[in-house]
């Protein structure tokens, strides 16, 4: 798990080298789970890097691939508001802990329970299969 800790935050990253809360999140998916889940370096790339141009994408992306379930796993997607928005995501771990990345800072694991996160959360998402 230490390879996905202290990336640096990138806008549309999707590289250890550089990534940001989507690209966390492909990068897990690719590298651990062996699951595919599309880049959006395009889309992104098209859009203005502000929260509410943001979330309009990742609603999509939530309707048409992820399921909400109330009780997550690990790997399952945390899905957070970022202002007004469900616009940041991270990756369920268990134990309580989700891996993420939120501008400008590196990627770091941290507690959802925290009180950063816990009235941020606005639900966990299964990849449908």
Not at 47 to 60: N, S, T, V
């Amino acid at each position: 798990m230490q390879q996905f800790v202290g990336i640096p935050y990138v806008p549309h990253g999707r590289e250890y080298t550089g990534a940001d809360c989507w690209g966390i999140l492909f990068l897990y998916y690719r590298d651990v789970l062996g699951t595919p889940v599309p880049a959006y370096s395009a889309e992104m790339d098209a859009r203005e890097f502000k929260h509410g141009a943001i979330a309009p994408l990742i609603d999509e992306e939530r309707e048409r691939h992820w399921q909400q379930v109330d009780t997550p796993q690990p790997g399952d997607g945390v899905l957070m508001r970022a202002g007004r928005h469900d616009s940041h995501v991270g990756v369920f771990l268990g134990q309580g802990r989700m891996l993420h990345s939120e501008g400008p800072h590196p990627s770091v694991i941290d507690r959802i329970g925290d009180m950063r996160w816990r009235n941020r959360i606005s639900g966990f998402y299964r990849l449908n299969q």
